[in-house]
């Protein structure tokens, strides 16, 4: 598996592009001569291995699962799977959902990943994932992804919209999409 600093920057475009707030803002600087990524830090956040073990639940549960839906749908975008719970932050104040280290993300997979379902997805992503041509992410993201990371993202990209049109047509948009 690859790693690279500008896998973080790749993610945080693509967030911005899809309108999501899922990373947090992530900017290329160069430290001492080291070229890397700098991430604002999440203040006031627990991390999603803190709040499982202590049971911690928001007054509204829905607010996670539907968090946690698009979380999902980013992660396959990404294919960067969820793999240590530590790597999503959540802010207990208005349970604001942030996912870091995307470092080993963006391999050249063309499936979706078999450990991150996502029953539902919100009306905006959906539709910004559905109106979002395929020439605009590659001009955002080619800085940092090469060509067959792009084309397998965007694979992934129509992967993820056959699946929730396939889940909207069996349970209906009112159960889908929030």
Known sequence: MTSSYQYELA?????KLLGLELVPPTVERTIDGLTGSLQC?????????FRSRQNLKPPDVSILQ?????????????DNPRED????????K?????RVDFSEAFAPDTVLLPDS????????LYAALRG?????IREQLKAYLNG?????????????LDRLDALIRDKGEEAVLF
């Open 41 to 49: 830090f999440c203040e006031g956040t627990i991390t999603e291995a």
């Open 85 to 92: 719970s530590s790597d999503i932050l959540i802010n207990t």
């Open 66 to 78: 539907n968090a946690f839906s698009e979380l999902g749908i980013f992660e396959n975008l990404t």
């Open 148 to 160: 067959e990371e792009l084309e397998a993202l965007l694979v992934r990209k129509r992967l993820i």
């Open 94 to 98: 208005d349970w604001k959902v942030w």
């Open 11 to 15: 993610a945080y475009e693509l967030n």
């Open 117 to 124: 379902p996502f029953p539902r997805c919100s009306k905006r």
């Open 132 to 136: 979002m041509p395929d020439d605009r």
